[in-house]
Each structure stands twice: as structure tokens, then as C-alpha cells.
């Protein structure tokens, strides 16, 4: 997804709360919206004192810390390096670690760059601002602080945060005659840069807690980069070889934590009878390649986005919920058969900003993609997990791209997020017909805005 700079200006519960926090929701549903929020996050944040802080693992198709099954319930908030970098706003990383952990999210994606520009991490080549890396070291200490696991991406696609395109700017001033930001994934020189940055970022020693980030269980994994496309080369030639050699440089420094490659999900040359399945007919020329991609030595679990209000021009809300549930089935169903691996639905939304959308179809979204993951996942040996995008504290709506989720203006919302932590708890010990069977019923409580 396309971010935005701002202006320069659970773990699970335990298992031993499972009895208590279905009587208590009983209780809170009768409950005036605001002491259910409050009681909701009460629930939520135990569970975690006891459980030691394990590196999270990929077993065959699951994660696990330890001998316990690990599920990714997560969240996008990609600005929490800038924002920790400046006293005037590191309280805003508190908060929305805070309330995602009361609410039972257990995992965070966040950027681990930002390349040139205003408050950049990366300077140019080689070239780092002390403070800005501070600020990351806070959000890993505060992510442990607070339960939560991180997912650390390298660099963005896009533009935004600077992207291939600034390394492309890098190159052009070194003299390199680079003829589009495509050479990003090919010319040596700027792979040498990629490769120094990211040894840089997984060697570092956390000034906060005086461990490198590559020993540090807090994060979960390592995203080589933000939705990766090579359309000037529809084979995806060239972007397979990027992986290849990425993927072995980072597992060459880090070997423990686990790595993926931050891809969309779109099918590719290599599997021509699912490329009906893209979203649109170009999707299937952008340069990736979904099966061939996670075939690549060292990546550990597959990364997929599912954004039908960019995708599709349609209307019609359900044509959107179908086409949900019908892409991550396909996808699931790929990572068990011929991955053998987990998957993680990296970024999931709706923009209310879309005159097609509001504020309650962007929570039947979010409830579809939990709802999907459950139900496919129920016959399958494949585990894994999906990340909202994006999770807001208050205070931020200048930051606000419409996909926003404010946990503490929407009641309904909340209840919803903590069912499901509650569900993949219960079905990770159980199974997924327990997990229905315990679910919270549904609430009358409306928005509050």
C-alpha cells in the first residue's frame, strides 16, 4: 500500500483465560460502550505475563514459539520510526502498541526505512541519521514492552519513504546511466546498497535494550520489500534473481529469524492457469510471480495483500467480499499444497475515503478476511495469520490515507478484533469448530464517533 510521510511540523490469552474471558464478554455486551472498552482491554492484556518471549518459528506450515502454536493477529502503522525519532510525537508509539496489545493484536509491520528526504534513516549510501535509528530502536523496546512482534521491511516499492526510486536518484548521481527505477532489481551498484542497508538494520545494537535487533525475539521477520514490482520485465526474471540473491544475503547475516519477500500475491508465468485469478489482466506482467517467488531457498512464509477497492472497479459490495474470500481460499490452498508453507495476509483494508465504502463496510472487510482465514484454514495444514492495514492511535488523522482503524472511537470494532484473538486462541489449541462455537456473539453496540 501507498503510505504517507507526515508533515515536517498475545500473544493469545493464556489458556487458562479462556472460561474467563467468555463470561466476561457476556457481562460487556450489556455494558455501556465505553466500560466495555475498558473491560475488553483488561481481558486482553492478560495472558502475556506468563508466556516466556520465544523466538516465533516456522514449523512445516505453522509458526510456533516454542512448543506452542503461534497465529499472527496483526497490524499495519508504518510511520512508527519517524514518529519515535521526534519527543513531540514517540508518544503515539506507545499508544497504538498499547491499545493494539489490549485489544489482543500480537504482531505489528512497520517500515525499518526511510531513504533520503525529510527525517531520512538512510542519508544516502552507507550514510545513517543517529536519531532516526534511535527512534527505531525505541519501537523495537516498546514493541517487546507491550507484546507485541514486529515485522521489519527493508524499502518500498513505492515512492513514498523514498523506494527503489531513491536508490535509482542515488545511482543517477554516482554517474550510473540507469534507465528506469526497474534497476533497482538489477544494476550492481544499487543492490550493493540495498545489501549494506540491510546489514546495517539487522546488525544493529538496540541503544534501549543493548541487544541486536538479529538476537532480538521481538521481531518476527525480516520483509525484503514493500509490494515488489518489475513490470519492464514480465517474466519475472528479473525480480526472481533479486529474491534469490536477497534472500541469501539476509539469511547469510541472520539465519534465525524468519524472512519473506513482501509480494501482493499476483500469479504469474509459472502458473498459467491461475492467472484468471488476478484481480485484473495486467496484474499476471508486474514482474512477480506468487508460486515461483516462495519457491526461493530461504523464504519462510508467503506474503499476500488483499486490497479489492484498488483492485476492482465494481461497485457492488459483495462482488468485493466474494472476490475476498475467493483469493485468499486459492492462496491458502497454494501454501499448504505447493509451498508447504504459512501464510500471512500482510495488509488487508478498505478505503472510506472511496465514495463506494464506509466506515461499517470496512468492519464487514476486516470481519470477512478474519472469518476466511478460519474457515479455510480449518481442513488444511497451514497455519499463519493477516495484518489490518492500518491501525491509528488518536491524534493522527492528518496521517489518515481513509484505511485508518481507531480502535478507541469504534466500540464495535474493538469487540470484533478481541473476538478474534479469542477465536485463533481457541482454535489453535482446539480447532476451528470450537473456535465458532466459543465465539463472542455478535454486538448491538453502534460506532460512537
Not at 466500560?35 to 492478560?46: F, H
Given at each position: 500500500m501507498v503510505t504517507l510521510l507526515p508533515n515536517p511540523t498475545s500473544h493469545f490469552f493464556s489458556p487458562s483465560l479462556q472460561s474467563i474471558f467468555l463470561s466476561t464478554f457476556f457481562?460487556?455486551?450489556?455494558?455501556?460502550?465505553?466500560?466495555?472498552?475498558?473491560?475488553?482491554?483488561?481481558?486482553?492484556?492478560?495472558?502475556?505475563?506468563?508466556?516466556?518471549?520465544?523466538?516465533?518459528?516456522?514449523?512445516?506450515g505453522h509458526f510456533a514459539a516454542g512448543d506452542r502454536p503461534f497465529f499472527v493477529h496483526g497490524f499495519n502503522t508504518y510511520w512508527l520510526m519517524v514518529f519515535a525519532a521526534d519527543p513531540d510525537t514517540r508518544s503515539k508509539v506507545s499508544d497504538v502498541l498499547r491499545e493494539a496489545s489490549s485489544a489482543g493484536l500480537n504482531v505489528c509491520r512497520t517500515w525499518a526505512f526511510n531513504d533520503g528526504g525529510w527525517r531520512a534513516l538512510q542519508v544516502s549510501p552507507h550514510v545513517y541519521d543517529d536519531q532516526v535509528f534511535e527512534g527505531l530502536d525505541f519501537v523495537?523496546?516498546?514493541?517487546?514492552?507491550?507484546?507485541?512482534?514486529?515485522?521489519?521491511?527493508?524499502?518500498?516499492?513505492?515512492?513514498?519513504?523514498?523506494?527503489?526510486?531513491?536508490?535509482?536518484?542515488?545511482?543517477?548521481?554516482?554517474?550510473?546511466?540507469?534507465?528506469?527505477?526497474?534497476?533497482?532489481?538489477?544494476?550492481?551498484?544499487?543492490?550493493?546498497?540495498?545489501?549494506?542497508?540491510?546489514?546495517?538494520?539487522?546488525?544493529?545494537?538496540?541503544?534501549?535494550?543493548?541487544?541486536?535487533?538479529?538476537?532480538?525475539?521481538?521481531?518476527?521477520?525480516?520483509?525484503?520489500?514493500?509490494?515488489?514490482?518489475?513490470?519492464s520485465d514480465p517474466s519475472g526474471d528479473t525480480l526472481q534473481a533479486w529474491f534469490e540473491e536477497m534472500v541469501a544475503h539476509v539469511k547469510s547475516i541472520d539465519p534465525v529469524h524468519m524472512l519473506e519477500i513482501g509480494v501482493e500475491g499476483f500469479y504469474g508465468p509459472s502458473t498459467p492457469e491461475r492467472l484468471e485469478l488476478n484481480p485484473y489482466e495486467s496484474a499476471g506482467r508486474e514482474g512477480t510471480d506468487f508460486i515461483r517467488n516462495h519457491q526461493v531457498p530461504g523464504v519462510d512464509f508467503a506474503s499476500v495483500h488483499v486490497y479489492s477497492?484498488?483492485?476492482?472497479p465494481d461497485p457492488d459490495s459483495n462482488v468485493h467480499l466474494q472476490f475476498v474470500r475467493a483469493w485468499m481460499h486459492q492462496h491458502i490452498e497454494d501454501a499448504e499444497a505447493l509451498l508447504g508453507m504459512p501464510i500471512v495476509f500482510g495488509e488487508f483494508g478498505v478505503s472510506v475515503k472511496d465514495e463506494r465504502f464506509n466506515s461499517e463496510f470496512q468492519q464487514t472487510f476486516m470481519e470477512t478476511?478474519?472469518?476466511?482465514?478460519?474457515?479455510?484454514?480449518?481442513?488444511?495444514?497451514?497455519?499463519?495469520g493477516s495484518l489490518v492495514w492500518q491501525l491509528f492511535p488518536e491524534g493522527t488523522d492528518h496521517m489518515d490515507d481513509g484505511y485508518a482503524v481507531v480502535l478507541a472511537r469504534s466500540p464495535s470494532t474493538m469487540l470484533m478484533v478481541s473476538r478474534h484473538s479469542e477465536n485463533l486462541n481457541v482454535y489453535r489449541l482446539g480447532g476451528y469448530n470450537e473456535a465458532k462455537e466459543s465465539s463472542i456473539p455478535e454486538s448491538n453496540i453502534h460506532d460512537e464517533l
Open positions: 457481562i460487556l455486551l450489556i455494558e455501556d460502550s465505553s466500560t466495555l472498552i475498558d473491560r475488553a482491554r483488561g481481558v486482553a492484556l492478560t495472558g502475556m505475563e506468563d508466556d516466556p518471549w520465544l523466538l516465533v518459528e516456522k514449523k512445516g523495537v523496546s516498546e514493541a517487546r514492552k507491550h507484546g507485541v512482534r514486529l515485522i521489519l521491511s527493508f524499502c518500498n516499492n513505492w515512492e513514498d519513504y523514498g523506494g527503489k526510486a531513491q536508490y535509482v536518484r542515488w545511482g543517477k548521481d554516482a554517474g550510473l546511466d540507469l534507465s528506469s527505477d526497474d534497476a533497482f532489481f538489477s544494476d550492481p551498484t544499487l543492490k550493493g546498497y540495498y545489501k549494506a542497508f540491510a546489514k546495517t538494520v539487522i546488525t544493529r545494537i538496540n541503544t534501549f535494550t543493548n541487544v541486536a535487533y538479529k538476537d532480538d525475539p521481538t521481531i518476527l521477520a525480516w520483509e525484503l520489500i514493500n509490494e515488489p514490482r518489475c513490470p477497492d484498488t483492485w476492482l478476511v478474519y472469518d476466511t482465514f478460519l474457515s479455510s484454514s480449518q481442513n488444511r495444514d497451514v497455519g499463519g
